[in-house]
């Protein structure tokens, strides 16, 4: 069945530093992928997608790519703020519009 | 998008006795979702509520410990049977907005039972 890898955490990064989340899949034909961001206290909340293969999502500085090949869409920030620590859940749409989560990846940034 | 609430936000509730949750979305769905989520880890889907039929319910879940209607498009609830200290999770309902093929999260239901 459909799953998703994620890189274990919790991922500690001083402030401005570059984040990478990694993520990889298995899946049965062309799933779209998604990044979901939970912050403390709250619920989930979409934080980017891509639906087909070399697609690049983004939103609020976040990016990436749906690789196709690899079956990796690896989460990225070119600089981090305090406000970015969070779970980071990756997750994919298969059949029936079930989405498959990742374990999630803790972030936390420090001054 | 679609703006999503559930009720209540938290509770606390003895073994053995039963919790309804509601979902409420500012629009009409026709898919609509809910997932557990248990201290400390990820999500995992209950089942799938479409509006005129019956629920369809992932592998591990029954219809007998997790009841769910479907009233309408924009309204569900899931309720908790029979509640044992296992239970004790985040109840999510989602919704997908089928034109952007996203699905989008209530606040949850922090459900301790005791």
């Known amino acids: 069945g459909d799953s998703v890898t994620q890189m274990e955490g919790p991922v500690t990064l001083s402030e401005e530093a570059f984040l990478t989340i990694n993520c990889t899949y298995t899946a049965t034909g062309y799933p779209s992928l998604f990044w979901y961001v939970q912050y403390p206290g709250e619920g989930l909340q979409l934080l980017l997608k891509?639906?087909?293969?070399?697609d690049k999502g983004s939103n609020k500085g976040f990016e990436a790519t749906y690789r196709k090949e690899t079956t990796s869409f690896h989460l990225e920030k070119g600089s981090v703020q305090v406000s970015d620590s969070a779970v980071y859940f990756c997750a994919l749409t298969g059949t029936a519009s079930k989405l498959t989560f990742g374990t999630g990846t803790r972030l936390q940034v420090t001054l | 998008s679609a703006v999503i609430s559930q009720k209540p936000s938290r509770d606390i509730c003895q073994r053995g006795t039963s919790l309804t949750i509601q979902c409420q979305v500012d629009s009409q769905v026709t898919m609509m979702f809910w997932y557990r989520q248990q201290p400390g880890q990820s999500l995992t889907l209950i089942a799938t509520?479409?509006?005129?039929?019956?629920?369809?319910?992932e592998s591990g879940f029954v219809i007998d410990k997790f009841p769910i209607s479907r009233p309408n498009l924009t309204f569900s609830t899931l309720t908790v049977s029979n509640m044992s200290p296992e239970d004790s999770s985040i109840y999510l309902c989602?919704?997908?907005?089928?034109?952007?093929?996203?699905?989008?999260f209530g606040p949850g239901t922090r459900l301790t039972v005791t």
């Open positions: 989602s919704v997908l907005v089928t034109d952007l093929y996203e699905q989008y």
């Open positions: 509520a479409n509006q005129g039929s019956e629920a369809t319910y």
């Open positions: 891509a639906t087909k293969a070399d």
